[in-house]
């Protein structure tokens, strides 16, 4: 099995790239940004609470989103392994993924951070909110306050695996299938 963590700011094509990887690798991608949002969009209880949090740019609880990662990996045992996308968010999050994964005899393959500057996401960011209905890419403040969040809160994730030899960062900017070839050579070599 190969698990990767695809890493990096909001807006720098993690979503985009794990639809490629997904068709080469046959991997199941699991993305904590997309269960949120199909959880808001059915009203459920836990979208509610998402909510709040989502829409200011702050980070959803961390036992709110270990507890819905958890049930969709348990939901999917038979694959040949995972691409999470927004997670782990948070050390404690990288912390419970790994408990998670040992559990199952697994481990993080390796951490692939796109490294893309702050001028270039909020530029992406707000292009996306002009056609994706999404309430934390239409505001400047929401989208300067996810990037703040994630330096403070989500970089330790990539100094955590780097303890284990397991980041790797990855040049995001460019053409989409340049950028996916360069992360096919990084995993090419990891099976
Ligand atoms: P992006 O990568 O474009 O910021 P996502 O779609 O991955 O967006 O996530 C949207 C929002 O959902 C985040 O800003 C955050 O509020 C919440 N979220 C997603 N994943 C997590 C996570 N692992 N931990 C906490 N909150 C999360």
Redesign the pocket.
């Given at each position: 099995m190969i698990n990767l963590i695809l890493f990096g700011p909001?807006?720098s094509g993690?979503g985009t790239q794990a639809k490629n990887l997904v068709r080469r690798y046959e991997l199941l991608h699991i993305?904590?940004?997309?269960l949120?949002?199909y959880e808001m969009g059915n009203d459920t209880p836990l979208g509610l609470k998402?909510k709040s949090?989502?829409e200011k740019?702050?980070?959803?609880p961390?036992e709110v989103?270990i507890g819905m990662l958890k049930n969709k990996v348990d939901a999917n045992p038979k694959v040949k392994g995972y691409i999470f996308?927004?997670?782990?968010?948070?050390v404690p999050?990288a912390e419970a993924l790994d408990k998670l994964l040992k559990g199952k005899g697994q481990e993080v393959t390796a951490l692939l951070a796109l490294d893309v500057d702050d001028e270039e996401i909020v530029t992406r960011?707000l292009e996306r909110g002009k056609t994706s209905g999404r309430k934390?890419d239409s505001n400047e403040s929401t989208i300067r306050n996810?990037i703040e969040v994630y330096k403070s809160e989500t970089t330790p994730v990539f100094d955590y695996y780097a303890k284990s030899d397991k980041s790797q960062m990855i040049k995001g900017l460019g053409l989409i299938p340049t950028i996916a070839k360069r992360l096919y050579r990084v995993i090419d070599k990891l099976k």
């Open positions: 909001p807006g993690k993305s904590t940004g997309d949120f949002r998402a949090y989502i740019g702050q980070l959803v961390d989103t996308d927004g997670f782990p968010r948070t999050q960011l934390d996810r």
